[in-house]
């Protein structure tokens, strides 16, 4: 084995946001050297890590310049230059997840068609390279209302999907490549994270369940383990972990899926790297998803992902109608009460909807959990000064 | 109540040893400013703060300078120049731990003294300016072999500390100001971690026990739960408590107690930080002693001091024999253990002894996580290339 803890290995990392921090603390604790290129001189990254880099993430020279000043990269943000990448590969840089399953991520349509091409349960979908033909097929009633709209690119956080209901929505998309998928009756939101090292060993965390916030389209609750039955939880994760085979995947990969209403589970969308219905797993779990997701990329044995406790997580998000220097308002009353634990992602100014940080609640009765998640919810405020 | 989060209030921290890196991980968490004062420019906390400053923490302008670019005040290590601090307090800073109690605490002749002051139960002791005071008491009996010498101040980790069995240990301590005790037959080495703020809130954590390196006079084994009866428990409790109340103290004060063969409880020592004994809280507590320190400091409210998991914590120390660039040889053995969690403090260089990081075990039941304590310690090496 390679000697990774405080020694000159230098890990790289594309993208210096809130998961890239959560992925510091971790090779803090190991004293891994950690390198980051991000774009944004203050993003939360920024300060805390060995050596950060300004760079545009999409540009070919600042990441292939970056990864050769590394001896792994690693990615917490799936929307980088892949050229580079593949460069870099070529040229014997280690980079997990492989370039080429980023490359089937990054596009919705490829990881659509991945799934169909491998058998993996997915809504129907179209393709389109631009609005006008997806009005197009409106017209000639080969898609009708509603239906989910999908950019094909750069979505994150619930941007880039919406539900077009009526032709003012329809008018109202962007005029980019998209995907449009039937709008199907759902019982649960799941999601699996599993983790998979170079060696082929996986370990796979709980099935959690997840509730969305009606009009922005974030998650508003992560709860694990999700209230599902024995049979749909197995189901899940042997859908999951067909992904993560058939992709031949290295490192942690999200796996984000519909329970239908006649129990069947489709696969909604995958993230290649630590993930918001992961957090949880900081306080809840023996070990954490960033802290599994820096060894199975440096190919060292796996973690045990059980949990410890019942854990559910709050997104910190801006309130509507604020935008300027953060406040968190009431922030000491949920530090109150028991096993409730804020983290604040460092982002100094805050806007409507904007992901500023997570509370984790964790118990060992999953009812008073949830109880106290709802309290969290009610209590906490995003607001600026 | 001050708006600390993703602010411009800015936290100042004495010292950037291991401590004051696990403290970051909390400040981080938080997205609390962060800077340190420290005179080794590799020390384990240079690179990951907000602000690195270079500079001796017993030198009176160095704290001072450092001090008036602060909001507040703490410590992770106790030798620290008071004056300088008495100076700031009386300009209106707040410290924490107060310089009143760091100036007790600093001195174990007046430690000593505070514990009879109050009658807080502890060994006998006497006070010796010189080693030829000593030397002159020992020729008239008034000491008899075998006895405990500490020097009165900046002793760490058991440095310090020595049990003087004969003459030629005499002779070969060094001449500096010093206690002896009388050494006490105990069964068990305990410690209590209480946190007050502010308000005057406490609490408590649960009792820990201790085991040490017999040669080292290091710490090998911390068992949280201490495997010791409720009443001896509740007893260390509520002396630790005593402790806190009669010092009026704010932050976070670890107590290391002994439990005599007929079952009293004697106070050894103090620390007025997060300490060794509560490294197990990471991966154990609802609450970390870490967190928990930032709390009562900036007087926010206390966290939940339960555990979720029995928790041992093995310290890494060099191996004798061993010096330079650091190998931590079957670490990837270890990782292969369930709940198994290592902390490297990232200090480049082993010396013998030298404390390099800790691992902790947590498991549901104490007895298997006693025996991975064992596999651990007697699996991971820390050598040198």
Redesign the interface.
């Known amino acids: 084995?390679k000697?990774y803890?405080?020694?000159d290995f230098k890990l790289g990392i594309l993208g210096g946001g809130q998961l890239g921090?959560m992925l510091?603390?971790e090779t803090?604790?190991?004293?891994i050297h950690t390198s980051i290129l991000e774009s944004n001189k203050n993003a939360p990254c920024a300060?805390?890590?060995?050596r950060f880099v300004i760079g545009n993430l999409l540009d070919f020279d600042a990441v292939y310049n970056f990864g050769k000043t590394v001896d792994l990269l690693t990615i917490e943000i799936e929307n980088v230059n892949l050229d580079a990448l593949d460069q870099l590969e070529e040229e014997g840089l280690t980079i997990y997840p492989k370039p080429k399953d980023l490359r089937i991520i990054q596009s919705k349509a490829r990881q659509k068609n991945f799934y169909i091409d491998h058998q993996i349960p997915t809504a129907a979908f179209s393709h389109y390279a631009y609005l006008e033909e997806l009005k197009h097929s409106y017209e000639n009633s080969i898609v009708d209302f509603p239906f989910v709209w999908k950019a094909a690119r750069f979505g994150y956080d619930g941007t880039g999907v919406k539900i077009v209901r009526n032709f003012a929505d329809l008018e109202s998309l962007p005029n980019v490549e998209c995907i449009t998928e039937k709008l199907i009756p759902f019982k649960n939101e799941l999601a699996v994270i599993v983790a998979r090292n170079a060696d082929g060993k996986v370990k796979t965390y709980p099935v959690v369940e997840m509730e969305f916030h009606p009009e922005a389209n974030q998650v508003e609750y992560v709860i694990c383990p999700a209230r599902i039955d024995f049979k749909t939880a197995e189901k899940a994760k042997e859908i999951a972990l067909k992904v993560v085979s058939d992709l031949d995947f290295v490192g942690l990969l999200a796996v984000e899926m519909f329970q239908t209403v006649d129990d069947k589970i489709l696969v909604n969308e995958v993230a290649p790297r630590p993930h918001n219905s992961g957090h949880y797993s900081i306080e809840a779990s023996?070990?954490n998803q960033f802290?599994q997701h820096i060894?199975s990329i440096l190919n060292?044995?796996l973690?045990?992902t059980?949990s410890?406790?019942a854990g559910i997580m709050v997104n910190l998000v801006g309130e509507e109608g604020y935008s300027g220097?953060?406040?968190?308002e009431n922030?000491?009353e949920i530090?109150?009460i028991?096993?409730v634990?804020?983290?604040?992602?460092?982002?100094?100014e805050t806007r409507p909807f904007r992901k500023?940080?997570h509370v984790t609640i964790?118990n060992?009765d999953m009812t008073k959990a949830r109880e106290i998640a709802q309290k969290v919810k009610e209590t906490i405020k995003v607001i600026s000064k």
């Open positions: 084995m000697n803890f405080s020694s921090r510091l603390a803090q604790k190991l004293d300060e805390i890590c060995n023996y070990t802290e060894r060292l044995p973690g045990n059980d410890k406790v220097d953060v406040i968190y922030i000491e530090l109150q028991d096993g634990t804020p983290h604040i992602y460092g982002k100094k500023m940080g964790v060992s």
